[in-house]
Each structure stands twice: as structure tokens, then as C-alpha cells.
């Protein structure tokens, strides 16, 4: 049974702070790995995607990759009251498309 | 920018009634995919779909369910004699590209209610 835990918060951090957002997964043979935010009542939104170990940045995100702690975490720098939503993990195996979501991590940045 | 649209954004239907939820998937995608979120829960996979074919399929895509490309723009989902629990948020994705891996898009969903 493939699974991806998140923990559910929610976390609370001051706007401009940096938010850390963290996924486990048990599947060894995970091989790609997404950040989707979703707004609440609205569809997941792809933030970020990382393949191999480290890090990887885009603008004030940061997903960072450890394959061997079967861990994924986003970073999100500057944290802004509109970056306030749930964020999913979403991990997929080497050959398959389906995708194994977390429950999310509810983020609330306060202005 | 290209994006996933699914019609209708709401669908209310009386159990045992068939529900057929339609999706165009970004254009020069090749992977289509259906999954749900109960109200609360995680996002659940369904299918996928890929050269005129189912490729993949959860536990929970039964005999119920059922998926299908009419024409070269749309991608539906068809739900057979639908049941309370078939109540969720549909959503469609698409990824472009032969690697499985590639990132899925989702459109903006369709909330079914089943009374």
C-alpha cells in the first residue's frame, strides 16, 4: 500500500517568514514528486516538481528531495497572506502515471 | 496559458441515474486522467488514459465507471447508475509527453451531488 503522509496543521507563520512543508512517502520505488496548492472549494494547483535528490528553486519555492529518508519538503520564502491554502504532495512510481496524494497541509500566513 | 476545462462545474443527480461529467484536456497533451476528492479527504486516483486506452485504474474504477474519448478534444467520464457515495469533486488532469512522469494539470473540477 503506497502511502504519503502530511502532517494536516495547520501551520501558522507571519507573513513574510518561511513556511516548511513536509511529506514522507513509503514507496521506494517513488521516483517523481509534486507540490500542488489548492485553494479551498478549488482544484490542486502544480507549484513545483522535483525528480532527483536536492534541492530545486522557483522564484520563492524550494522543494528539496531526499530519496533515501523517503522525505520531500517545499519551502516557501517571503510567505504572503495570498499563499494561505492547502498543499498537497503527490508522488508517483518509475513507469506509472497515477499519482498518490497526501491529505495536505493546511498553511495560514497571517498579515 | 493552455488549460483543462470540464463541464458542468455542478452536477446534482437522483441515485441510480447516469452522470456523464466531459473534460478537454490541454491540447497537445497525450495522458489523460480522472481523479476525486470526497469532501475532506485526500485527492483519489481513478484512471488513466492514454492512446485510445485505459493504461491504469484504481480499486475504486469499477464496473460503474467508465471513460471515454468521443472525438479528438474531449475526454469523459461516465458513472452508471450512481450511488450516495459518488458524491465528490471529479477532476480531470492531462500531461503532455510519453514519459509517465511528466506533470499532471488539473482542471477546475466538477462537484457532483448525488440526492
Known amino acids: 500500500q503506497k502511502e504519503v503522509e502530511q502532517n494536516s496543521g495547520p501551520l501558522s507563520v507571519p507573513e513574510g517568514a518561511i513556511a516548511s512543508l513536509n511529506c514522507t512517502y513509503s514507496?521506494?520505488?517513488?521516483?517523481?514528486f509534486f507540490w500542488y496548492r489548492q485553494y479551498s472549494g478549488k482544484s490542486p494547483e502544480l507549484i513545483m516538481f522535483?525528480?532527483?535528490?536536492g534541492d530545486k528553486e522557483d522564484g520563492r519555492f524550494t522543494a528539496q528531495l531526499n530519496k533515501a529518508s523517503q522525505y520531500v519538503s517545499l519551502l516557501i520564502r517571503d510567505s504572503q497572506p495570498s499563499d494561505s491554502a492547502t498543499y498537497l504532495c503527490?508522488?508517483?512510481?518509475?513507469?506509472?502515471?497515477?499519482?498518490?496524494f497526501g491529505k495536505g497541509t493546511m498553511l495560514l500566513v497571517s498579515p | 496559458e493552455p488549460e483543462v476545462t470540464q463541464t458542468p462545474s455542478h452536477q446534482v443527480t437522483q441515485m441510480g441515474q447516469e452522470v456523464i461529467l466531459r473534460c478537454v484536456p490541454i491540447?497537445?497533451?497525450?495522458?489523460f486522467y480522472w481523479y476525486r476528492q470526497i469532501l475532506g479527504q485526500k485527492v483519489e486516483f481513478l484512471v488513466s488514459?492514454?492512446?485510445?486506452?485505459?493504461?491504469?485504474k484504481s480499486e475504486i474504477f469499477d464496473d460503474q465507471f467508465s471513460v471515454e474519448r468521443p472525438d479528438g478534444s474531449n475526454f469523459t467520464l461516465k458513472i452508471r447508475s450512481t450511488k450516495l457515495e459518488d458524491s465528490a469533486m471529479y477532476f480531470c488532469?492531462?500531461?503532455?509527453?510519453?514519459?509517465?512522469?511528466?506533470?499532471?494539470?488539473f482542471g477546475d473540477g466538477t462537484r457532483l451531488s448525488i440526492l
Open positions: 514507496d521506494r520505488g517513488s521516483q517523481s
Open positions: 491540447s497537445n497533451h497525450l495522458y
Open positions: 488514459f492514454y492512446n485510445n486506452e485505459i493504461s491504469e
Open positions: 522535483i525528480y532527483s535528490n
Open positions: 488532469a492531462s500531461s503532455e509527453a510519453e514519459r509517465s512522469n511528466q506533470p499532471q494539470h
Open positions: 503527490a508522488v508517483n512510481m518509475e513507469g506509472y502515471s497515477t499519482l498518490t
